[in-house]
């Protein structure tokens, strides 16, 4: 309609549908969206300048600091590329641990999306019935690293604590009983007719926009796109793991959702192979890694939310030149835009938690020189 | 006139505004602990034993609360409407006949059915006012949304009332609970289901949960309210649960009617209606809890294809029905 008024609503920076503050401006026509568009800057912390004045082994703490919810699979990422451009061999006993604890917080992170997903379409026992069972997982976490959530348990060259036979033990009945959770979880997002009523047709991202936007992690994989870099690049023990690649055709906001619910059974079943294959020797270095020979290196790691990347150069001596930060929420956030067509209001919380959104991972600040005038640049320009 | 004591306590006290507003606190417990346990959560445990004080001491601290009224609002609708949709529903509930009779000491009059649910479409519709009078685009979404929900579920929902009524052969309430010997809900089951989900629409309980849909337009249309005049939303929204129960019990559930093992007689009509009703309660929590949130055009659709056609053929099977009870009889 022509001369029609927009009512321009803010989702953010302090909403219900958001768990960390980042602003969408939805303009609606009526309950139906016209346009979405995201602005951040609200969490912004200056982690990539922090590590550059601290040392190599004090930034380990802060890649773990830069997600909560990841902080392991941060640690990895930053100790990979460490040992890369240092040229360090990691232990094998070493990299099955980082394997499992990985995947312990792939597991926890998604059940963790699914609590929210039941919060924000009105679903509050379906929140709190999956917190509950994730805290069996946290509880893992702790046995093996001796923190719920933030472990800082990776160190580049190995890991910082072992595992006994009894804590195997464990980990394999706490992993019988969450298999047996999910199992239950899957047949109710497979049945539940509110659920796929909510979900299904809702926020279509087709083929090509995910590699225009270069979307990545679960919400590719839900597109029909073959990505995880757990297969394409080598990391932790992944190569010798066997295991699937989940991928789903429908391109919406419920097969996001049953993407990370298979994801869950393979991560299970990762950990508990990891667990029963898991070599014999030294669990890292025996002195602290504390300088590094000068070189550069780039790490991959596949996060619950995508591709992580790392890159790292280093000038010899304790601290690092420049160390770059590639969230997987920096860009299927700040393209979400593309899925927002004819969606109604109402889907926006639907839309927006099949994103995974982790917003204080992603906030980075870039300062452009231009002729000697120096210019901030917003994200959502160079996302794209 | 004369000052007439009984009268005055009837209305202010029992079975009128201060027993009501017992009753609204109590099934606010009642709905609040269970769902708690279907969630595996403790729920209000601390306020009295087992937490039923949890409510008044909810409604103590908002009045307590100051008051903020944002610039360029309504503020004669924006004071008024909070206050005016909590009367309109107590008012309505008093025609309910809770202790055998209503709350004026008499048995009602013919017609007092259709009254208590124009009273329910004006409450809704003063809701609406607050919402709209608030200016703030999330209440304004939210007011939009309750009017869409109201108007279209008022049809379905009085269709469905007048099948009983219809079986009773009478508009009045009381008349209604005097025919049910047998309650409604063992003649007209069907009835009883359709009328139950389109209560919880009038409710705004899940899967109709709608108008203050929290992750998408915050709070709706109380967004802008504070202190007591949230209190008085609050308590019209404890108080439209209330007047839902009372209307699905007088229905369908026999009123107060039930065994009465000694005098006085007014004592177990209404322990017969306060344990109906919480019955009632928990049908309605328990659906809460085992649903999710539909979308604003899924409830329209569904009520205008679905719920629509759905009441008008059950009025149609009460019809045959009744003459052909009245043929056998």
């Keep these: ?384 | 006139m004369v000052f007439d004591l009984t009268f005055f306590f009837g209305i202010l006290v029992f079975p009128g505004l201060l027993f009501i507003l017992t009753l609204a606190l109590l099934y606010d417990w009642i709905e609040r602990k269970m769902a708690a346990r279907m969630q595996n959560r403790m729920g209000p445990s601390f306020a009295g034993p087992a937490g039923i004080l949890q409510p008044l001491a909810d409604y103590i601290k908002l009045f307590t609360k100051e008051e903020i009224i944002p610039e360029g609002v309504n503020t004669f609708i924006y004071t008024l409407s909070p206050i005016i949709s909590f009367s309109i529903f107590v008012l309505a509930i008093l025609f309910i006949p809770i202790n055998g009779l209503n709350v004026f000491g008499s048995a009602g009059f013919e017609g007092d059915l259709l009254l208590i649910f124009a009273l329910a479409t004006f409450g809704s519709f003063t809701i609406f006012l607050s919402g709209w009078s608030s200016s703030n685009p999330y209440s304004e979404m939210g007011s939009v949304r309750v009017l869409y929900q109201f108007l279209g579920y008022d049809i379905p929902t009085i269709l469905l009332a007048i099948s009983p009524a219809m079986l009773a052969g009478s508009l009045s309430m009381t008349n209604i609970v005097r025919m049910q010997a047998i309650p409604f809900v063992f003649i007209i089951p069907w009835v009883f289901v359709l009328f139950t989900i389109s209560m919880q629409a009038e409710l705004e309980e899940d899967p109709f949960d709608i108008p203050h849909a929290g992750t998408e337009i915050v709070a709706g249309y109380e967004t802008e309210f504070s202190g007591g005049k949230l209190a008085f939303l609050n308590l019209t929204r404890d108080m439209q649960i209330v007047f839902g129960a009372a209307v699905t019990v007088t229905l369908f559930l026999g009123g107060p009617l039930g065994p009465v093992l000694f005098s006085p007689s007014w004592l177990w009509y209404t322990l017969w209606f306060v344990l109906k009703s919480i019955l009632v309660i928990c049908i309605i929590e328990g659906i809460e809890c085992a649903c999710a949130r539909l979308r604003i055009d899924q409830v329209i659709r569904g009520n205008w294809k679905l719920m629509i056609p759905l009441s008008i053929a059950s009025l149609i099977t009460t019809i045959v029905l009744r003459s052909f009870i009245a043929f056998v009889v």
């Design chain 1, 1 to 384: 309609m022509s001369g029609s008024k927009y009512i321009e609503i803010p989702i953010g920076p302090q909403h219900p549908a958001l768990h960390e503050p980042i602003l969408f401006r939805v303009k609606v026509e009526g309950e139906k969206i016209v346009d979405v568009i995201p602005s951040t800057g609200y969490n912004h912390r200056g982690i990539e300048r922090l590590c550059e004045d601290n040392t190599f082994l004090r930034d380990v703490f802060l890649a773990g600091r830069v997600c909560g919810i990841c902080n392991v699979i941060h640690t990895t990422c930053y100790s990979e590329c460490i040992e890369r451009v240092g040229n360090i061999d990691v232990p094998p006993r070493a990299k099955y641990l980082r394997t499992i604890l990985n995947e312990l917080e792939r597991i926890h992170s998604h059940m963790l999306l699914f609590a929210i997903l039941g919060e924000l379409i009105g679903f509050q026992t379906l929140f709190m019935l999956v917190m509950r069972d994730r805290e069996s997982i946290l509880t893992l976490k702790e046995l093996i690293a001796g923190n719920r959530i933030q472990a800082d348990y990776v160190m580049p060259g190995g890991v910082r604590k072992d595992l006994t036979p009894e804590k195997i033990q464990q980990i394999k009945k706490a992993l019988d009983q969450v298999r047996a959770r999910i199992k239950y979880y899957k047949k109710v997002f497979e049945n539940d007719s509110i659920i796929k009523k909510r979900l299904s047709g809702v926020g279509i991202l087709d083929v090509q926009d995910v590699y225009r936007y270069g979307f990545v992690g679960p919400i590719a994989r839900a597109s029909g796109v073959k990505s995880d870099v757990r297969c394409e690049d080598y990391y932790a023990a992944y190569n010798d793991i066997p295991f699937n690649v989940i991928t789903r055709n429908e391109c919406d906001s419920w097969s996001r959702m049953m993407v990370r619910v298979d994801e869950l059974f393979e991560s299970v079943n990762i950990v508990e192979y990891a667990v029963d294959h898991l070599p014999e020797g030294p669990i890292g270095p025996k002195a602290m890694i504390r300088t590094v020979k000068a070189g550069e290196a780039i790490a991959r790691v596949e996060a619950p939310r995508g591709e992580l990347v790392y890159y790292i150069i280093s000038k010899g001596g304790d601290k690092p030149y420049r160390v770059k930060i590639r969230t997987p929420s920096f860009n299927n956030i700040l393209n979400c835009q593309v899925m927002f067509k004819d969606a109604n209001l109402a889907d926006l919380p639907a839309i927006l938690v099949s994103l995974d959104p982790c917003i204080s991972c992603m906030e980075r600040l870039v300062v452009v020189e231009e002729n000697g005038r120096a210019e901030m640049k917003s994200l959502v320009d160079l996302a794209r």
